[in-house]
C-alpha cells in the first residue's frame, strides 16, 4: 500500500520562497509519475507539476512555470517541489499525487494515491 505524506509547508512573505517534500511510504514506489496539486478555499483542486518517474519527464500548470520545479530521487522514495517567488495567489493546501499509469495528468481523477496535504500561506 502507497502511502504519501507531505512536508514542508508554511507561511511565507510574498517573493519568498519555499520546497515541499512528500516521502513515499510502503514499497519502492514503481508507478508511473508523481504529481503535486493544490486546492485554495472556495476553489477547485488545480494542476500543479507532475514527473514521470522513470524517465523525468516533467510538466507544468500554466500559473506555475517558470517558478516551481518538480524534482524526484528514486533512492528516497521522495518527490519535492521547488516554489520561489511565491504570491498570496499560491495560498492553498499542497497535495501530493501519484499514478500507476499514463494519461491526461491535469485531471484529478485519474490519479490513484494522494497525501493528507501541506498548507502554504503567502502574504504580501
Known amino acids: 500500500q502507497v502511502q504519501l505524506v507531505e512536508s514542508g509547508g508554511g507561511s511565507v512573505q510574498a517573493g519568498g520562497s519555499l520546497r515541499l517534500s512528500c516521502a513515499i511510504s510502503?514499497?519502492?514506489?514503481?508507478?508511473?509519475?508523481m504529481g503535486w496539486f493544490r486546492q485554495a478555499p472556495g476553489k477547485e483542486r488545480e494542476f500543479v507539476a507532475s514527473?514521470?518517474?522513470?524517465?523525468?519527464?516533467?510538466y507544468y500548470g500554466d500559473s506555475v512555470k517558470g517558478r516551481f520545479t518538480i524534482s524526484r530521487d528514486t533512492a528516497k522514495n521522495t518527490v519535492y517541489l521547488h516554489m520561489i517567488n511565491l504570491q498570496p495567489e499560491d495560498t492553498a493546501v499542497y497535495y501530493c499525487?501519484?499514478?500507476?499509469?499514463?494519461?491526461?495528468?491535469?485531471?484529478?481523477?485519474?490519479?490513484?494515491?494522494w497525501g493528507q496535504g501541506t498548507q502554504v500561506t503567502v502574504s504580501s
Open positions: 499525487a501519484g499514478r500507476d499509469y499514463g494519461g491526461v495528468f491535469a485531471v484529478e481523477y485519474e490519479w490513484t494515491y
Open positions: 514527473v514521470t518517474w522513470a524517465n523525468y519527464n516533467t
Open positions: 510502503g514499497p519502492a514506489f514503481r508507478g508511473y509519475a
